[in-house]
């Protein structure tokens, strides 16, 4: 049998003051929606134990003592990575012996869960460092330089890759049906390259870059997409462009074409994906192009321009007024990886 839902503590508080008030157990059962019995009940124990708070249950005591639970606690914050097994033999040898399943359920009733560590980009001390002067010097600039600002980025689109999750509605053991799966080839089926950019006004133009990019070929691309995307999105005087710290984008002839270009660029700390918000529109492309399940390389580039396009002005304008939050977090974090 399912377990039942248990009562909110106003809604047995509210059944004991219609039963004050003179109501039958009846009347306040359709009043409220509920069982007879469950009425009944909550009003014996109130006239019985004159509460409606939860008694203390009878149950099996702990197999871990308050101490062992700190013990273990104290250990997997201390060192996330320690297994299971590692903590059943660390009691064992305290004189406790309890199973795997104990240890989780012990460490969940601490608020502490195992899931899977995520994978972020290595930051060394000097990463790390530079990533906070920048959140620092930037936290208080006002929102309208964020406003001002072109993010650019390249990145990669796979045909029949993990672009994105899926969920879908299915009966049991119906997983295997066509309409429930998503189909996969071997090596990924291929993919194509993208440079685009964006502003809080909207999404800038969207290239396919069909070589290996090299130095050359970035200079190429910003010299005829980024002043016509700057146009487009009607960017005020001074606006300042925004690349991260890719060789290509840091090689000595390409700093000079910027300058002999005139062009502002944002000092950017490297190793930083999670202070781009263009990480985030790549991500909502990416979602858009797997649902519509583009079946090979030319229906993938075409689908990609057109959900590029669609993108709402209004979500780039979000994702710049996001970037506060972002130094915010980062500066908390002490300079490491944020959620962004």
Same mark, same amino acid.
């Given at each position: 049998?399912?377990?039942? *839902? %248990? #009562?909110?503590?106003?809604?047995?508080?509210?059944?004991?003051?219609?039963?004050?008030?003179?109501?039958?157990?009846?009347?306040?059962?359709?009043?409220?929606? $509920?069982?007879?019995?469950?009425?009944?009940?909550?009003?014996?124990?109130?006239?019985?134990?004159?509460?409606?708070?939860?008694?203390?249950?009878?149950?099996?005591?702990? *197999?871990?003592?308050?101490?062992?639970?700190? $013990?273990?606690? &104290?250990?997997?914050?201390?060192?996330?990575?320690?297994?299971?097994?590692?903590?059943?033999?660390?009691?064992?040898?305290?004189?406790?012996?309890?199973?795997?399943?104990?240890?989780?359920?012990? #460490? &969940?009733?601490?608020?502490?869960?195992?899931?899977?560590?995520?994978?972020?980009?290595?930051?060394?001390?000097?990463?790390?460092?530079?990533?906070?002067?920048?959140?620092?010097?930037?936290?208080?600039?006002?929102?309208?330089?964020?406003?001002?600002?072109?993010?650019?980025?390249?990145?990669?689109?796979?045909?029949?890759?993990?672009?994105?999750?899926?969920?879908?509605?299915?009966?049991?053991?119906?997983?295997?049906?066509?309409?429930?799966?998503?189909?996969?080839?071997?090596?990924?089926?291929?993919?194509? $390259?993208?440079?685009?950019?964006?502003?809080?006004?909207?999404?800038?133009?969207?290239? /396919?870059?069909?070589?290996?990019?090299?130095?050359?070929?970035?200079?190429?691309?910003?010299?005829?997409?980024?002043?016509?995307?700057?146009?487009?999105? *009607?960017?005020?005087?001074?606006?300042?462009?925004?690349?991260?710290?890719?060789?290509?984008?840091?090689? /000595?002839?390409?700093?000079?074409?910027?300058? *002999?270009?005139?062009?502002?660029?944002?000092?950017?700390?490297?190793?930083?994906?999670?202070?781009?918000?263009?990480?985030?529109?790549?991500?909502?492309?990416?979602? /858009?192009?797997?649902? /519509?399940?583009?079946?090979?390389?030319?229906?993938?580039? %075409?689908?990609?321009?057109?959900?590029?396009?669609?993108?709402?002005?209004?979500?780039?304008?979000?994702?710049?007024?996001?970037?506060?939050?972002?130094?915010?977090?980062?500066?908390?974090?002490?300079?490491?990886?944020?959620?962004?």
């Amino acid at each position: 049998m399912a377990k039942t *839902k %248990e #009562l909110s503590k106003d809604t047995r508080n509210r059944i004991v003051d219609l039963h004050q008030a003179g109501k039958t157990e009846s009347a306040i059962s359709k009043q409220l929606g $509920m069982k007879k019995s469950t009425v009944g009940a909550i009003i014996r124990k109130w006239k019985t134990y004159k509460t409606t708070d939860n008694l203390p249950r009878s149950g099996a005591p702990r *197999k871990i003592s308050p101490r062992g639970v700190k $013990m273990i606690t &104290r250990t997997v914050i201390k060192n996330p990575r320690t297994t299971r097994g590692d903590l059943v033999n660390d009691l064992q040898r305290a004189g406790t012996k309890v199973t795997k399943a104990t240890i989780s359920n012990t #460490l &969940r009733r601490q608020g502490l869960k195992s899931c899977s560590a995520r994978r972020v980009p290595l930051l060394k001390p000097v990463h790390v460092r530079a990533r906070l002067k920048s959140a620092r010097e930037h936290l208080d600039d006002p929102e309208e330089d964020w406003e001002n600002v072109i993010w650019s980025d390249e990145t990669k689109i796979e045909l029949f890759g993990k672009n994105s999750t899926c969920r879908v509605w299915r009966r049991t053991n119906a997983e295997l049906h066509p309409k429930n799966t998503i189909p996969t080839v071997k090596h990924g089926g291929g993919n194509i $390259m993208l440079w685009s950019c964006f502003s809080a006004k909207g999404p800038g133009r969207l290239i /396919r870059v069909k070589e290996r990019m090299n130095g050359a070929m970035y200079r190429e691309i910003l010299s005829k997409n980024l002043l016509p995307s700057a146009r487009a999105l *009607k960017m005020k005087r001074g606006w300042v462009f925004q690349h991260d710290n890719d060789p290509k984008h840091t090689a /000595r002839a390409t700093k000079e074409w910027l300058r *002999k270009k005139h062009f502002k660029v944002l000092e950017w700390p490297s190793q930083s994906p999670d202070l781009n918000p263009v990480e985030n529109l790549w991500r909502e492309l990416k979602i /858009r192009v797997a649902q /519509r399940q583009p079946q090979n390389i030319t229906a993938l580039e %075409e689908i990609c321009m057109e959900e590029w396009a669609k993108l709402p002005a209004t979500v780039c304008k979000n994702l710049v007024a996001t970037y506060r939050k972002r130094l915010t977090s980062v500066i908390a974090n002490k300079g490491y990886i944020t959620k962004y």
